[in-house]
């Protein structure tokens, strides 16, 4: 065993300690009179039995071979006993390094699998018009992989043009596990292709930008949305009667200490637009810390899908040649760094996500 899977064992038999623990509060009667308590506990022993489960099963696998190594290494023992450790001590050897491997991914990866619910928002880069129907494009390549996974996909806001395509679109998306998928689409999107309004059939390039922000159910940050909080209402404008016109609707809030801003006036109802504001300012909020904390991390773990720079060109969707490339895999020696173009806008994005993800997976475990 070398001093690297001794850390991992270290850390393992930690939480297998804290799942037991968990277990044994749950169980008494005075977590029942606690009900905040008790749902903080039961989502911890959900947290830790995806890992403290495998890591079980890994032991038992352990004390097998270490038997069977046992008895292999005793002179005493009978022939036949070590005929038959002989033969399963391969397999078994394999097996045990093949659950610990899994065990290190479950761990290193674990962060993510605990966040089922994501805000998404696409707005339109360079390019105008075009920009902004690409932002479209991308909007449905979102909905029709959500409603391929049985998501809830929640329209937040939309600033929509004339010729339909978007400025900018927020929606909420809810699935199991869903950051270990979209997690990854954060980022800079590029396309290249003819566009509608180009007469002579000259390819162009723009660009829209994603974020992708994970909307835990408890946010991390405190928000005092008196002190810290700064509220403006207007009149809405655009189509919507004579409501519109009369009543301020509109909302724009203003968080001070960050200077980072939400204006919401989808709603005709303030309140509405308000609850809205607050839940997006709540979560960009919460990013603008976490990107603080990434931006301190050691370099290996900048380079890390997911980290969240969105300024990078993340990936490029080529019309003329039907081809989608996601420049995170190239240099890779992977091949499929290429996809086909069509299956992707139609929401089939799972070979690329998993792709994508074993990246992730691997360099975390390089960067240990």
């Known amino acids: 065993m070398t001093a690297a899977n001794d850390r991992w064992l270290q850390k393992l038999q930690a939480m297998d300690a804290r799942f037991a623990q968990v277990s044994a509060e749950l169980a008494e009667p005075a977590t029942s009179a ?21 890591f079980r099963a890994y032991k038992a696998l352990e004390a097998h071979r270490c038997e069977a190594q046992t008895i292999l290494e005793d002179p005493a023992a009978d022939a036949e006993l070590k005929t038959l450790a002989a033969g399963e001590i391969d397999s078994l050897n394999g097996r045990t390094a093949d659950a610990l491997e899994k ?18 928002e696409i707005r339109a880069g360079t390019g105008g018009e075009e920009a902004a129907l690409f932002a479209a494009d991308l909007l449905g390549m979102y909905r029709r992989y959500a409603e391929g996974k049985g998501w809830r996909f929640e329209m937040l806001s939309a600033a929509p043009t ?7 679109v927020i929606v909420a998306v809810k699935g199991d596990s869903i950051w270990t998928r ?40 405190h928000i005092d949305w008196d002190k810290d909080v700064a509220e403006h209402t207007s ?93 995170r895999l190239k240099g890779e020696g992977r091949e499929g760094a290429n996809y086909n173009l069509e299956q992707i806008l139609a929401g089939n994005l799972d070979e690329l996500i998993e792709a994508l993800a074993a990246h992730d997976k691997a360099q975390r475990l390089a960067s240990l």
């Open 34 to 54: 606690q009900p905040a308590k008790g749902v903080a506990l039961a989502k911890e022993h959900a947290r830790l039995a995806r890992i403290v489960e495998p």
């Open 103 to 120: 065990l290190k991914g479950l761990l290193v990866m674990s962060d993510q699998e605990t966040i089922d619910s994501v805000v998404l």
């Open 162 to 168: 004339d010729l339909g395509g978007f400025r900018e």
């Open 182 to 221: 979209l997690g990854y689409e954060g980022g800079g999107h590029r396309v290249q292709r003819v566009p509608r309004t180009e007469a002579q059939g000259r390819i162009h390039t723009s660009a829209a930008t994603v974020a992708v922000l994970p909307e835990p159910e408890d946010i991390e940050v």
């Open 235 to 327: 009149r809405a404008g655009g189509p919507g009667g004579q409501n519109v016109n009369k009543v301020e609707s509109a909302v724009r809030l203003e968080h001070t200490p960050t200077g980072i801003t939400v204006s919401m006036r989808d709603d005709k109802s303030q309140h509405k637009n308000r609850a809205k504001a607050r839940r997006i300012l709540a979560l960009r909020v919460a990013e603008h810390f976490r990107s603080q904390q990434r931006a301190a991390e050691a370099a290996a773990r900048k380079s890390m899908i997911g980290s969240g720079d969105r300024s990078q060109r993340i990936r490029t969707y080529n019309f003329p040649q039907n081809r989608c490339t996601d420049h």
